[in-house]
């Protein structure tokens, strides 16, 4: 095992889902949020033979983007990283991909940053730019999200993201919506508006679901269906 240290205070979230490989090393990866310091840090996966040393812990705040892992900042002024995911991969590159949940914001989003090979130390999310380099933003009008599962639902070998979000009510009841991302090999624009632009080809929307009676608003995240 290992002691990661600097993890910057309380409110932290992890996640893990057997096979999911980001750098494509084709070993394991590992997911920390820290929703307190708008902070989420991949530490990656590590086998005997790496001349990596784990043995005195790992310090998350010297990650170089290569060997040890990848920081990635988000907007403090938000809950970023309220939820986290390492996803197996989406868009047929090899490579698991990284989900951030983002909340308290309008619009609330996810964040679906792309695996790669290296990464640079630090991944500063509240650069626009950033998402159109390294990853995508997928919007949704709904202000919780706190489902995010990950499943090959059209049996095209690529994973599929299935993001359930919460925060309307009808007569009383609490209403919420699924939203389904298809993998795709074809690049995507970025943001991607879940409410608008899943059209039953790229994704699909269930709509007015009663989260009481519903088992996808689950908290479980990045596990298979």
């Known amino acids: 095992g290992l002691v990661a240290e600097n993890l910057g205070g309380s409110h932290l979230w992890s996640s893990t889902q057997g096979g999911v490989d980001v750098n494509n090393d084709n070993i394991d990866d590992f997911i920390i949020g820290s929703q307190s310091f708008a902070k989420v840090w991949v530490i990656f996966g590590h086998n005997k033979t790496s001349k990596f040393d784990w043995s005195h812990g790992i310090d998350l705040s010297n990650l170089d983007g290569i060997t040890t892992g990848v920081e990635i900042l988000g907007d403090r002024t938000v809950d970023f990283g309220v939820s986290v995911a390492l996803v197996p991969d989406m868009n047929g590159d090899g490579y698991g991909e990284i989900a951030i949940v983002v909340e308290e914001t309008y619009p609330s989003f996810v964040a679906l940053i792309f695996g790669r090979k290296h990464f640079p130390p630090i991944i500063n999310t509240t650069r626009q730019s950033s998402y159109g380099q390294y990853g995508i933003k997928l919007i949704t009008d709904l ?83």
Do not use: A, Q, Y
């Not at 298809?182 to 709509?207: A, K, Q």
């Open 143 to 225: 202000p919780n999200i706190p489902s995010l599962t990950s499943v090959d639902m059209n049996g095209d070998d690529l994973n599929d993201l299935v993001i359930g979000c919460t925060g309307e009510t009808i007569s009383g009841f609490p209403i919420g919506r699924v939203h389904v991302l298809f993998g795709d090999d074809i690049p995507w624009g970025t943001p991607i508006n879940l409410e608008t632009s899943l059209n039953g080809e790229n994704g699909f929307t269930l709509i007015d679901l009663n989260v009481s009676e519903s088992s996808l608003f689950g908290t479980s995240l990045g596990s298979k269906i």
